[in-house]
């Protein structure tokens, strides 16, 4: 008769068990609580249109981050999923993109492509309140965590990257001309008036500013202008390629003796190698290590393992963007909050003297929006690669 009560109790402890599971996991709280939910990075991508060559980069970069976490067990048990949509660059298709995956999924996490689609979805964010935003745009003005809560740049803002220019000129050349040559747009026109404060701060003149249509071909007027002003130092902003490769070639034919510089944008590997022989020694700011880069990054290990021919500088732009996504929702689990704009962008504000495998070479720290760090390479057209020209300059 005992024998028979405590086969019933175990019986009913049993189906009481399993009557318990079956409510947990049709309850959204303890779906969370096993750590079996996707955490979803959403992405606008221009896989195609003007900006796709760097898009193609930036959407191999993520996925191969998530793969790399995925294998590895994901985030306490969660799995990272990526939702990439193509916008070709135009922010009203990125915006319905937003729109979107925002609404099919939950996401926490989103890789927005440019900075206009950053100016317009932001109000959208603080209305949403459970997404931290990171993207391809490097604009001073996204560098504002008042106005920007829950967006931060995954490097230097432009004034910044002047900023590392500027103080590396200062410490080569100490009074040195500089003349600043910059399109006619709002990523041309972003950090030109600050930095011409700076550069008088840091006692160099900028004798000449000049502005031209992005991608212009004729500037032998300019280049005449540039020549008259006698800089040592052009740096060029605001430009992809056309026409850096104009002002060099035309001044150097010109008997100009200024070194070239430029930011970001124009800094991948591919792009200055097109500017051909003249474009040797042409220099400029990059927050990254390149693919091919020989100092010690198990990082760069990793990804040459994975893809062992050239990957760009906007692939590395994604894949960190992706580690710092993955970094803050790693905290703030491990400080047992829920994921949301707010939780997300104040664990990204606790990264610290923080390792990224070597993709930047000294240890960051985002205390704001930025990551204020960057050194400047030059190119060396005989071995068709950049070079550093600088220690790490972080501001």
């Known amino acids: 008769m005992a024998q028979q009560a405590q086969h019933i109790s175990t019986r009913r402890r049993g189906l009481l068990l399993g009557a318990a599971g079956a409510a947990a996991l049709t309850h959204p709280l303890a779906v969370l609580a096993q750590g079996s939910e996707d955490i979803v990075i959403g992405g606008s991508i221009p896989m195609t249109g003007v900006f796709a060559f760097a898009g193609v980069?930036?959407?191999?970069?993520?996925?191969?981050y998530v793969k790399i976490v995925n294998d590895a067990g994901g985030i306490k048990g969660r799995?990272?999923?990526y939702v990439p949509e193509d916008t070709a660059y135009k922010v009203d298709v990125s915006v319905a993109t937003f729109k979107k995956i925002t609404s099919q999924n939950k996401v926490n996490l989103y890789?927005?492509?440019s900075t206009g689609f950053s100016k317009t979805i932001n109000p959208e964010l603080d209305r949403n309140g459970n997404i931290l935003m990171a993207g391809a745009s490097f604009a001073t003005e996204l560098n504002d965590p008042k106005k920007y809560p829950h967006q931060f740049l995954v490097g230097p803002d432009y004034t910044e990257m002047f900023g590392i220019l500027l103080r590396h000129i200062a410490k080569e050349k100490p009074g040195a001309k500089v003349a600043f040559v910059y399109s006619d747009s709002e990523f041309g026109r972003d950090p030109i008036e600050s930095s011409e404060a700076l550069a008088k701060q840091l006692g160099l003149s900028v004798p000449i500013k000049i502005m031209t249509p992005a991608g212009s071909v004729d500037v032998s007027t300019e280049v005449i202008k540039l020549r008259r002003a006698?800089?040592?130092?052009?740096i060029f902003h605001g430009y992809v390629l056309a026409p850096i490769p104009e002002f060099v070639t035309q001044g150097k034919q010109q008997?100009?003796?200024?070194?070239?510089?430029?930011?970001f944008w124009t800094m991948d590997s591919s792009t200055v190698m097109k500017m051909g022989p003249d474009g040797d020694g042409f220099m400029g700011v990059m927050p990254y290590r390149y693919y091919y880069d020989t100092e010690k990054a198990p990082m760069l290990e990793k990804i040459r393992a994975m893809r062992p021919e050239y990957q760009s500088t906007a692939y590395l732009q994604g894949f960190l963007a992706a580690m710092l996504f993955t970094e803050s929702a790693r905290r703030c689990l491990d400080a047992g909050q829920p994921l949301n704009g707010k939780n997300l962008k104040a664990a990204l504000n606790t990264i610290k003297d923080f390792d990224t495998g070597g993709l930047i070479g000294v240890p960051i720290t985002i205390s704001g929006n930025s990551i204020p760090v960057?050194?400047?390479y030059r190119a060396d057209m005989k071995a068709q690669k950049m070079v550093p020209a600088s220690d790490w300059i972080k501001l």
Not at 57 to 62: C, E, L, V, Y
Not at 255 to 263: F, I, L, N, Q
Request: charged fraction near 25%; aromatic fraction near 10%.
């Open 255 to 263: 008997g100009m003796t200024s070194k070239w510089m430029g930011t």
């Open 374 to 376: 960057g050194r400047v």
């Open 111 to 113: 890789y927005g492509d």
């Open 79 to 81: 799995k990272l999923r």
């Open 57 to 64: 980069g930036i959407n191999a970069g993520i996925q191969d």
């Open 230 to 234: 006698a800089p040592d130092y052009t």
